[in-house]
């Protein structure tokens, strides 16, 4: 299986073809895969080489022409590093483009600190009017990079190697509703939707799936908080709680309670594989299932 950046670049490469209005802007992460793209559009793809506040800002000032800038570097290059000037060339400017992330929360663990970023979804909620999408698997990537570029507002698409074994069918309502049950409700996003089922296999709980987390989709909660117990569990792909304050306000007229999983604030300094991250945050199933069912009782 291709990852979701590969498809990320293949199926940019085809909108490029496809559409006039888009523009990509590179600062050197991914610029080797794009370079079929850059010589049939040398005027729509740009590399600003290791200069991730030029990236934004050359973003903002295409924006202003009309046209439809993507920009694209890891996550902590594209949303930390120059998140003034996504405040400040896009929000404050009242201009539009899409951001699409790789990296995730630490897709090359042996890269350290510097490449991690499980902060980024909590920073851009700071922001206001960002569409976020988690997609968790290739095929969800490529569909919802289709639908970025060719919506009208900001957008943010999170791509990371840590991925899914197959792809769900998007949902119109925004959340799927995968499981029924009676005990509580848990909220798998992106990625980390195989290690929920398998966690909660055999339990008896609803379990809703998202790729989109922001607008968050709180309808879809609410009814199915409605035809279980109203406890809540979170599990996203990056800094635990990071939408606790969004299921809260989702059900602010229910009485519930809400345990946010996900990465957590003490930085794990043993740069393993994947999935010995997930195992040191408690992500796995078998942890996963220990800290679902102590909450539930």
Same mark, same amino acid.
């Given at each position: 299986?291709?990852?979701?950046?590969?498809?990320?670049?293949?199926?940019?490469?085809?909108?490029?073809? $496809?559409?006039?209005?888009?523009?990509? =802007?590179? *600062? /050197?992460? %991914?610029?080797?895969?794009?370079?079929?793209?850059?010589?049939?559009?040398?005027?729509?793809?740009?590399?600003?080489?290791?200069r991730e506040q030029l990236l934004i800002g050359a973003g903002g000032g295409i924006a202003l022409t009309g046209?439809?800038?993507?920009?694209?570097?890891f996550a902590s290059f594209l949303v930390e590093?120059?998140?003034?000037?996504?405040?400040?060339?896009?929000?404050?400017?009242?201009?539009?483009?899409?951001?699409?992330?790789?990296?995730?929360?630490?897709?090359?663990?042996?890269?350290?600190?510097?490449?991690?970023?499980?902060?980024?979804?909590?920073?851009?909620?700071?922001?206001?009017?960002?569409?976020?999408?988690?997609?968790?698997?290739?095929?969800?990537? $490529?569909?919802?990079?289709?639908?970025? =570029?060719? *919506? /009208?507002? %900001?957008?943010?698409v999170r791509l990371s190697v840590h991925a899914n074994a197959a792809a769900r069918p998007r949902a119109r309502s925004g959340f799927s509703v995968l499981r029924e049950g009676a005990r509580g409700v848990v909220l798998a996003v992106g990625p980390m939707l195989d290690n929920v089922l398998a966690a909660t296999e055999g339990l008896d709980v609803g379990v809703l799936y998202a790729t989109t987390v922001r607008p968050f989709d709180g309808e879809t909660l609410r009814r199915a908080v409605a035809a279980a117990r109203p406890d809540v569990?979170?599990?996203?792909?990056?800094?635990?709680?990071?939408?606790?304050?969004?299921?809260?306000?989702?059900?602010?007229?229910?009485?519930?309670r809400v345990l946010g999983l996900g990465i957590g604030r003490r930085e794990l300094r043993r740069y393993g594989t994947i999935e010995e991250h997930l195992a040191g945050q408690g992500l796995d199933p078998a942890a996963l299932r220990a800290r679902i069912e102590a909450f539930l009782g």
């Open positions: 299986m291709d990852t979701m950046r590969d498809r990320f670049i293949a199926t940019t490469g085809r909108l490029l073809d $496809e559409d006039p209005r888009l523009a990509v =802007v590179l *600062a /050197e992460i %991914s610029k080797d895969g794009f370079q079929q793209a850059l010589a049939r559009h040398p005027d729509r793809v740009i590399n600003v080489g290791i046209l439809r800038p993507l920009m694209h570097t590093r120059p998140f003034e000037q996504l405040k400040l060339d896009f929000g404050h400017q009242g201009v539009h483009g899409v951001l699409v992330s790789a990296g995730g929360s630490y897709d090359w663990p042996a890269g350290g600190l510097t490449h991690m970023s499980p902060g980024d979804v909590a920073l851009m909620d700071t922001l206001d009017g960002w569409t976020v999408h988690v997609p968790g698997h290739p095929d969800e990537a $490529e569909a919802l990079v289709r639908e970025a =570029v060719a *919506a /009208e507002g %900001s957008v943010y569990v979170l599990v996203e792909p990056y800094l635990e709680g990071t939408s606790t304050a969004a299921a809260n306000d989702a059900l602010a007229a229910v009485p519930h």
